[in-house]
């Protein structure tokens, strides 16, 4: 199959993806190549093997294509990356991009969290944060997708989670109709199991309840 453009998903976690914009890079599979990198090894739980096995499972659903496990190659633990390892995080990912663009077939589009980590999570934010820093240094690079969170998907975060969930801001988003691929989305987050215990079912119900969309910044070069 030929692809009109490559993209690269910039993810802290396994399962981030499919939680955030599963339904946008189902979408997107049909005419982009659509690789992942992954900052973390996913360990938090002890379930580091388990979890990238998921990763793989998740994205064969969401028809994705390249893994790049640097988190796993690099020893980044989930939960822990910080401004400390930022050199670090924004050199393997420069390195992915350079190799691309040196092959031929380079990204133009990398997609990942708003600055706010979508959550709150502090590792979302340090990777929204090399993201940029990357788009904004390799001008090959046409577009940063930022995805958002969704009025209706805040209203029902659980309020005890352990990271703080900041209040969604809408202005200057669009809005992507996902009614073709919500089905993949919530499939291909059922894949990560390991992280669907202690109300994980109840995840899941949260998301089959959200209307048919997703919401993104899109960043363009000027």
């Known amino acids: ?5 490559r993209e690269l998903a910039i993810e802290a976690h396994p399962d981030d993806i499919p939680w955030t914009q599963g339904g946008d890079v189902a979408r997107q599979t049909k005419n982009h190549q659509v690789d992942s990198l992954l900052f973390t090894d996913g360990n938090g739980q002890g379930l580091s093997a388990i979890r990238l096995q998921e990763q793989r499972a998740g994205m064969d659903v969401l028809g994705m294509s390249n893994l790049y496990p640097v988190g796993y190659e690099r020893g980044f633990k989930d939960g822990q990356l910080s401004t400390l390892l930022y050199q670090d995080m924004a050199q393997a990912l420069l390195y992915v991009i350079d190799q691309a663009a040196s ?4 990204y133009t589009i990398l997609r990942t969290f708003n600055e706010r980590g979508f959550s709150g999570h502090p590792d979302h934010m340090i990777v929204a944060s090399v ?9 090959g690079i046409k577009e940063l997708i930022q995805v958002e969170m969704m009025p209706e998907e805040y209203a029902l975060w659980p309020k005890d989670y352990f990271v703080h969930v900041p209040t969604p801001v809408t202005i200057g988003t669009i ?14 987050i059922r894949v990560h199991s390991s992280q669907l215990q202690n109300g994980g079912l109840q995840q899941i119900e949260r998301v089959s309840k959200l209307p048919p969309r997703e919401i993104y910044r899109y960043v363009n070069r000027v």
Do not use: W
């Open 131 to 139: 993201a940029q820093y990357t788009f904004q240094n390799r001008p």
């Open 175 to 188: 809005q992507v109709d996902i009614s073709d691929t919500k089905a993949q989305k919530i499939e291909s």
């Open 1 to 5: 199959m030929t692809y009109r453009e």
């Open 103 to 106: 092959e031929g077939f380079p």
